[in-house]
């Protein structure tokens, strides 16, 4: 992977990642275009930047993450379920990760609802979440262990069925992104990168944990700081696109766009592709 493959895919994952369109069947098509998807340093490197997405988060909404003590309380109990339920079946949602027709026929699945999302929930006008509605809300959120389910989208959707208003519901889909892709992050960066298990962090096996560190090269490290800050500076642009968007037109062309690449992955599996990362 040269700077420019990692910008590219960088600027994918910032513009992806905080929509309801699935950031890992992006990444994967821009991957495979690329001819970088089978290397390595291609699946660290997306789960990486998603700390300069994570970080993005936190700028744009400084004042709200030192507002009050229950606004954490609130992402912690919508953080609990995923938590759970990541370490629980971890395994399992890694074999999923390797299905690439999963991801395409979740794309074109969440599509579909995303038509009728306005439809269904246009009554929706609460702007106060509570501690069940952060609950719920996480519970919705698990669904994006499923390659190709939106973890926005999942969060959203959370939101709305309770009557939250789109506008609440994607703030705080946003807020919540922060622990859950921090935790992800970590656990992935600590097991792929690094090589590590959570045993040698707990036992703090000093000698494992710097042969591990000696092992990462120069230029890596470089790419994944190349990439966290462009993620950073373009997921902030998507932010803010994405909330006077959808305040303005809904769903709808969201739905559109994901059957459309749901579509294209599938046409691209027909013809032989390995698109696997």
């Not at 910008?7 to 098509?29: D, K, M, N, Q, R």
């Not at 710097?210 to 462009?230: H, M, Q, T, Y």
Request: net charge neutral; proline share 1%; hydrophobic share 60%.
């Amino acid at each position: 992977m040269n700077i420019w493959q990692a910008i590219i895919i960088a600027i994918v994952e910032g513009l992806t990642e905080f929509l309801p369109v699935s950031s890992t069947g992006h990444i994967i098509i821009t991957a495979s275009i690329m001819g970088i998807n089978q290397l390595a340093i291609t699946k660290i490197f997306a789960v990486s930047i998603q700390f300069g997405a994570i970080l993005s988060v936190v700028v744009l909404y400084w004042k709200r993450f030192i507002n009050s003590f229950a606004f954490y309380q609130k992402i912690l109990v919508a953080f609990i379920p995923a938590a759970v339920i990541g370490f629980a079946l971890n395994d399992i949602i890694d074999a999923m990760l390797e299905s690439v027709t999963i991801t395409a026929i979740m794309l074109i699945v969440g599509g579909v609802v995303l038509l009728y999302v306005d439809k269904w929930f246009k009554n929706a006008v609460e702007s106060e979440i509570t501690y069940k509605n952060s609950f719920v809300i996480g519970l919705f959120q698990c669904l994006a262990m499923i390659p190709g389910v939106s973890r926005s989208a999942a969060s959203i959707i959370g939101g709305l069925l309770q009557g939250i208003n789109r506008k609440a519901a994607a703030e705080f889909s946003f807020f919540l992104a922060v622990p859950t892709m921090l935790a992800a992050s970590t656990y992935k960066l600590l097991t792929d990168l690094l090589q590590l298990e959570i045993s040698d962090l707990i036992k703090f096996d000093i000698a494992k944990i710097e042969s591990s560190f000696a092992l990462i090269r120069a230029e890596d490290l470089k790419l994944l700081l190349i990439g966290n800050v462009v993620a950073f500076i373009v997921a902030m642009l998507a932010i803010r696109f994405f909330i006077d968007f959808l305040t303005k037109y809904g769903f709808k062309m969201f739905g559109y766009y994901r059957i459309a690449v749901g579509v294209a992955l599938l046409a691209l599996l027909a013809m032989g592709f390995d698109l696997r990362i």
